[in-house]
């Protein structure tokens, strides 16, 4: 595995060792580099320094140009306006540098590893048991499954923990029913999966919500069921099980239809911190953090208050004895820093819990479990839209289930497949497998390719399309290069850094040279929205430079159609591996 650095990091040294040799009163200076229009790249940095040094930046930055060392890295530089350098860089450097990544073997592309890697713990898709996953609980999914992907291609060690909603007085009145209905979790001819488990669960939930309602008895005896289940009867604890079970046939079947691993030990629910909760609360109550308020246990802050001006409490356990939800987001905590050692703690939430857990965190800081060396970020995702700017609700008005979601997304996409099968030359089999790939895919990066904390417009037909920024588009992208690959004959890809390159593939090698200092500012600040507009522009530059540049004409050189063979290949594995960290797939024909 061979770490390669890109042009931009090796021309920013460079050019700090220069300002360094010329202006050696000015210390430790920051060229400003960045891309340009005007030419590959442009150093603002110096303007700053002479107002610091009262000098001519003009001058300065003649100084600063005539200490860069002679090499093959700068082809020219131009010194513009108040003493910004434009800088165009050699063809060979470009093409030297590309041909170093293609060759990481390590199938890296030479992006490196995080020079100071930790541990960090991901809070995402948080079903509740014995209730159907709906479009609200897609964004914390998807989101979350793409910065396992991207933290852990960057070298960050990874804890999942999904913190299922498994635990509360609604188990009193399903235990009960079971109890009292036995084998009513059994499956209508046997069946296991999880639809069928969905449907029992449904009918069980329904049929004892409606007992609950009516029967006065029932409702006594569910009430204590809940006793009997928070003191850990052993029947009750057993029963409470068989609806954990159930659910997690049913979470997986979702999770296996969006393309996404989830794993049973990193299920962590809330009954997993049950134990920690009494301790958590008296470690609070003995540090001051928490107080007693009308008999229940609060922690207050001064920036929170309510509409009537007065404090907001965070109630960690309440005036009965019950603990909140506090109470186990701290333990959480708490065990997350303390057992698994975890730097940084990321909950991938709705937004609208944001108050909730700028509490918790405050609360968890103050009892000393966060601190300078362990933080933890909210990771808030908005809301998904309908396309009338509303919620997105069903035409009755009621909750989408996600799975008829992604049942509808496959088949569209199915058939925009379909349509271009025959041409291909597809299989009914690899039609089916490309549109469930491109049906998820376009579900997925509609969503990635929003930053996390904006609602966006659910609408599959824009998702499906072929031309737009559309995980469809950067599908077909790559499904060309492959196609291109195949009809290349005895021609193979090779780098040819003696070559002087078009405009269109000097654009293209140049974004090609940034995959990994895209993935390093999207890990750093969790922004998996950045990697989806790289790619889509990686796609862009492609199809400018197929308009301009044949890659397999009679009329090139041998050596022009292995370069160029070379940079589209190379496209076509970033592609793949960008995709990939959002956890979507790449079909080789399509």
């Known amino acids: 595995m061979a770490s390669v650095p890109s042009l931009a990091s090796t021309l ?32 603002n940095g110096i303007l700053a320094l002479a107002k610091k040094l009262k000098g001519n930046p003009r001058d300065l930055a003649g100084q600063v140009t005539a200490a860069l060392p002679a090499g093959e890295l700068i082809k020219d530089i131009e010194v513009s306006g108040p003493g910004f350098l434009n800088i165009t860089l050699t063809d060979k450097a470009i093409v030297e540098t590309l041909a170093a990544r293609s060759a990481d073997d390590g199938g890296r592309l030479g992006v490196p590893l995080r020079a100071e890697a930790g541990t960090t713990v991901i809070d995402y898709a948080q079903p509740n048991v014995a209730k159907e996953m ?71 939930y329904k049929e004892s919500r409606a007992l609950f309602d009516s029967d006065e008895e029932f409702k006594a005896r569910s009430r204590d069921r809940v006793v009997a289940l928070q003191a850990g009867d052993p029947q009750t604890l057993e029963l409470w099980q068989g609806f954990v079970d159930e659910s997690k046939i049913y979470f997986h079947s979702v999770f296996d239809k969006l393309d996404m691993e989830i794993r049973d030990p990193d299920i962590v629910g809330e009954s997993g911190y049950n134990d920690m909760l009494e301790e ?134 199915t058939a925009v497949v379909r349509e271009k099968a025959e041409k291909v030359g597809l299989t009914e089999d690899e039609i089916v497998e490309n549109g469930r790939y491109v049906g998820i895919g376009a579900v997925k990066y509609a969503d990635l390719s929003t930053s996390a904390v904006r609602d966006y417009k659910f609408d599959l037909d824009q998702m499906v399309s072929l031309n737009g920024d559309t995980s469809v588009y950067l599908q077909y992208a790559y499904a060309r290069i492959q196609s291109i690959l195949r009809k290349a004959g005895d021609a193979v890809p090779a780098a040819h850094p003696e070559l002087a390159l078009a405009p269109a593939e000097r654009a293209l090698g140049l974004h090609l040279d940034q995959f990994g200092e895209v993935l390093g500012e999207v890990a750093a600040g969790y922004e998996p929205h950045k990697l989806a507009a790289y790619l889509y522009q990686l796609a862009s530059h492609l199809t400018t430079f197929y308009d301009q540049c044949q890659v397999l004409s009679p009329d090139n050189a041998p050596e022009v159609v292995e370069n160029r063979l070379f940079l589209v290949d190379l496209t076509a594995r970033t592609l793949h591996q960008g995709m990939a960290l959002l956890g979507i797939r790449t079909p080789e024909r399509l």
């Open 280 to 413: 958590t609360c008296r470690i609070l109550e003995e540090t001051g953090v928490a107080v007693r308020s009308e008999g229940a246990l609060c922690v207050f802050f001064d920036d929170v208050k309510g509409p009537d001006g007065n404090k907001v409490p965070l109630i960690v356990k309440k005036t009965n004895g019950g603990y909140g939800y506090a109470a186990t987001d701290l333990s959480a905590i708490r065990n997350r820093v303390q057992d698994l050692k975890a730097d940084t703690l990321v909950y991938v939430v709705d937004a609208r819990q944001s108050l909730h857990f700028k509490m918790v965190f405050e609360t968890a800081r103050r009892a000393g479990w966060l601190n300078e060396d362990v933080r933890a970020v909210q990771l808030a995702f908005g809301t998904v839209l309908g396309k009338d700017g509303k919620p997105f609700k069903t035409r009755e008005g009621e909750t989408v289930r996600l799975e008829d979601l992604l049942d509808e997304a496959v088949g569209r996409a």
């Open 134 to 204: 709906h479009v609200g609980h897609l964004r914390s999914a998807v989101i979350g499954d793409a910065m396992v992907r991207i933290l852990e291609f960057t070298g960050e060690d990874v804890v999942r923990r999904h913190h299922i909603g498994d635990w509360g007085t609604q188990f009193g009145m399903l235990i009960q029913y079971l109890i009292e209905h036995p084998g009513a979790l059994k499956h209508e001819g046997g069946a296991s999966d999880g639809e069928a488990a969905m449907s029992t669960l449904n009918r069980v």
């Open 12 to 43: 920013q040294q460079q050019l700090a060792d220069a300002l360094t040799a010329a202006l050696p009163d000015a210390g430790t200076a920051d060229p400003l580099l960045r891309r340009s229009d005007r030419a590959d790249f442009q150093a």
